[in-house]
């Protein structure tokens, strides 16, 4: 069992930068793949981000490429998402999700990790 508790969301212009923290208890992260989505209003969820146990592996979706960076600190417990150069679109409630029988690769299809936070929301203003 691992209790995730994502932070860092909030109002920023776009074009402005944030960074997500997902926050890990119960388990070392060093056991699960990783990830991010999102759900913007009205929109089905969506793959962000993912990352593999060692970290080594970083995958993410066309709409993040460029923009987002993810990364994991192990020792911390903690996986973050930098996000820059937001957009309109970026605004949306942001989860991260671990699994830990999941490839970091099998976090864009259809499977649906075992472990969820809460969400964080973002909000991008013109």
């Known amino acids: 069992q691992v209790q995730l508790v994502e932070s860092g969301g909030g109002l920023v212009q776009a074009g402005g930068s944030l960074r997500l923290s997902c926050a890990a208890s119960g388990r070392t992260l060093s056991m699960f793949a990783m990830g991010w989505f999102r759900q913007g209003p009205g929109k089905e969820r969506e793959f962000v981000a993912a990352?593999?146990?060692?970290?080594?592996?970083?995958i993410y979706a066309d709409s993040a490429k460029g923009r987002f960076t993810i990364s994991k600190n192990n020792a911390e417990n903690t996986m973050y998402l930098e996000m820059n150069r937001l957009k309109a679109e970026d605004a949306a409630v942001y989860y991260c999700?671990?699994?830990?029988?999941?490839?970091?690769?099998?976090?864009?299809?259809?499977?649906?990790?075992?472990?969820w936070g809460q969400g964080t929301q973002v909000t991008v203003s013109a």
């Open positions: 990352i593999s146990r060692s970290g080594d592996r970083l």
């Open positions: 999700a671990a699994d830990s029988w999941m490839t970091s690769g099998q976090f864009m299809g259809s499977l649906s990790p075992k472990y």
